[in-house]
C-alpha cells in the first residue's frame, strides 16, 4: 500500500491552492486523528496511523474547487488520490463525510477515526460534537432533503462517538486537552 509522506501531502496540498483556512482545518483534523488513532492502536494494533494521518490531512483535498465547481469533495478527493495512486487514503477521504457502514462490534478503523475527527474540528479549533454539529446544520441544512441527510449522519456520528471513546482512556470533552500538534503547517 502507498501512502503520501506529510511532506508529500503538504506538497498536494499546494498544488491544490487549498484555501488557507481549509488547509488550517485539515492540520487539525490530522492531529485529532494521530491522538485518536495512537491511543486507538492500543487496542487495536492493526491500525496504520500513516494511513490515517495522511487521510485526515487530505480529507479536504479537493474542497476548495468544489466552491466554484459544485462538486462532491469527498468523491472527487477519492478520485484524486485514485489517480495518484493512493486508493486506500481516497477511500478514506469518500468516507470523512458519511461513512459507508459503522459497526458496534468490529474493530475501530482509519475511516471511523478521520470521520469523528472531522466532525469534532469546527475551522482550526476542537469543539463538542454537539457544537459542530450545529454549525453543520446551520451552514448547510438549509434545504430538507440537506437537513434530513445531516440529521441521520448526526445519529451515526453520535454512535460513532460512543464506539470510540469505550475505548478510550478519556472521554470527548477530554479531547482537546490530549492532543498534541505533531502536525504543523510546512
Known amino acids: 500500500m ?5 511532506n508529500q501531502c503538504f506538497k498536494l496540498i499546494r498544488e491544490m491552492d487549498m484555501m488557507e483556512h481549509i488547509i488550517d482545518h485539515s492540520v487539525m483534523v490530522g492531529n485529532v486523528a494521530l491522538c485518536l488513532g495512537r491511543h ?7 491500525l496504520d496511523l500513516r494511513l490515517t494521518s495522511s487521510a485526515a ?3 479536504d483535498i479537493t474542497k476548495t474547487r468544489s ?13 484524486l488520490m485514485e489517480e495518484l495512486g493512493y486508493p486506500e ?3 478514506i477521504i469518500r468516507q470523512h463525510v458519511v461513512l ?3 459497526s458496534m462490534d468490529c474493530p475501530v478503523s482509519e475511516q471511523e477515526i478521520v470521520n469523528y475527527s472531522d466532525k469534532r474540528v469546527l475551522h482550526d479549533r476542537v469543539v463538542s460534537l454537539e457544537r459542530r454539529l450545529e454549525y453543520i446544520q446551520e451552514r448547510y441544512g438549509s434545504n430538507m432533503e440537506f437537513r434530513s441527510r445531516i440529521e441521520r449522519m448526526a ?12 475505548n478510550l482512556p478519556f472521554r470527548p470533552f477530554e479531547l482537546e486537552e490530549e492532543i ?7
Open 2 to 6: 502507498k501512502i503520501p509522506s506529510t
Open 57 to 59: 490531512l487530505l480529507h
Open 155 to 166: 445519529e451515526v456520528t453520535r454512535v460513532l462517538e460512543s464506539k470510540l471513546f469505550k
Open 89 to 91: 487514503v481516497g477511500n
Open 100 to 102: 459507508d457502514h459503522i
Open 40 to 46: 486507538l492502536q492500543k487496542k487495536f494494533p492493526s
Open 67 to 79: 466552491f466554484d465547481t459544485g462538486e462532491v469533495h469527498s468523491e472527487t478527493g477519492c478520485f
Open 180 to 186: 498534541v500538534p505533531d502536525i504543523c503547517r510546512r
